[in-house]
């Protein structure tokens, strides 16, 4: 009997593989094959037509030729829209998304744009920006005096493309050494603007600003004028950040809407499931954009992918983890290996304070995104757990919470700390619905359905606070509040709650 269920077992299976498996390979070998034959020759019209040249040798062929490449840019880019918006439905309802914030460039070509820094090492800055004109030299003047520039470095640029979209130049620019807690004036390119920023301090206290899921609209607007109006030295940022979703001008735009603040302060992000714009059928590599227009100091900390890496803050009295929840992390994965050796060389005798950055949150009691985070927990929760990590920040849900000290779905004071912050502000608005009866219910302290950003003021070796700041009307309101013992000192102490906002210590 058993025999003859698995003759018929095995003959199903040749079936569904004539039947089905098979044309649909097939079908989907055609299309790639269609796609590349027509897509080639528009491709090479558009760039010939954007280079002023003649792709036909003709008036009439070229008016011909560019009308259907035209038209050809509008059905792929219809279609890529509806497919990437389709694959990433979401299983819940959200309320009316806030209309997008488009920030346009009027300048020369050869002037910068987009421009925002990062921390490279103990005391050198990366300059990032973007020129239309793709020529344009790839150099960065600075000095602590507004308008005299007593040094200079050059780097290099990168262009991508993706559909008929090429990118302007990519420029990066590493400058140093500087010193702490100094104002720097710097141009890039030998044109444009003037632009400032200030170093962060080589000992605590250090202030750290944490968005996640930031996007372009009103209420990122919001978010960005509240984090501008209050000092801080590091921006941190747990993945999604223009909400770009395939359609390439929105990355420009972004990057324009951000750098009032982003070229003033070093943002370090890592990334989210709306940086890879990965398509069925077209083949382009996840994260190209984010890859080319946000590079962080991955080589530097040992990794091989702009996608995790770690750097020390504070000069070293903080060590910041920055997770890639969409690059391999299973047990025997390059990112797991690299894990595992970078917790291994932090001393917390030196470094009192761990801090972990990734997007998608491995404890959440939100309806959205659950047990999207699952698989990463299990792979790496205990070598955090056993590095003593102060706290995790995590994104992808557009609410906020705060949990208690957790390790493997139970509260221990030896865990970290879990906040979700992922509403900064993107276009598809706020995560509504908590599960009441959730399994980790007892272990959510404070949650909220509201856009906001939250600040890690680390005071000494011992003592932090956390504030999450809500857009509420014109002023950020602060809601939440906790003070945190570093987990190489003293034991934790138990919650207290005030009245008033909410406030712990833990």
Known sequence: MCKIARVAAALIRVLYLVAVAAPVKSLLAV???????????????????????????????????GAMAHSWRMLVQGLTSLMFFCAHADEYVRPPPSPLVLMAHDKPASHPQQVHISVVGANHMRISWVTDDRNAPSVVEYGTSPGKYTASATGNHTTYHYFFYKSGAIHHVTIGPL?????????????GDEFSFRTPPATLPIEFVVIGDLGQTGWTASTLSHIGGGDYDMLLLPGDLSYADTQQPLWDSFGRLVQPLASARPWMVTEGNHEMETLPVVEFAPFAAYNARWRMPHEESGSRSNLYYSFDAAGGAAHVVMLGSYAAFGEGS?????????????????TPWLLVLLHAPWYNTNQAHQG???????AMERMLYEARV??????????????????????????????????????EGLALRFIEDHKSAHLSVFREASFGHGRLRIVNETSAVWTWHRNDDEYATVRDEVWLESLAAAKPSLATTTAGRHTDEL
């Open 372 to 378: 999207e985070g699952e698989r990463m927990r299990l």
């Open 390 to 427: 102060d706290v995790v920040f995590a994104g992808h849900v557009h609410a906020y919470e705060r949990f208690t000290r957790i390790y493997d779905n139970e509260a221990d004071s030896r865990g970290p700390m879990y906040i979700t912050i992922g509403d900064g502000g993107n276009r």
């Open 334 to 350: 390059e990112q797991h290996r690299w894990l595992e050796a970078d917790l291994a060389r932090v001393d917390r005798r030196r």
């Open 179 to 191: 010193e702490p807690v100094t104002t720097y004036y710097y141009r890039c390119g030998r044109a």
């Open 31 to 65: 299309a790639k094959v269609a796609f590349s034959l027509v897509n080639a020759p528009c491709l090479r019209y558009m760039n010939q037509a954007a280079l002023g040249r003649s792709c036909t040798g003709t008036f009439c062929g070229d008016l011909l030729v």
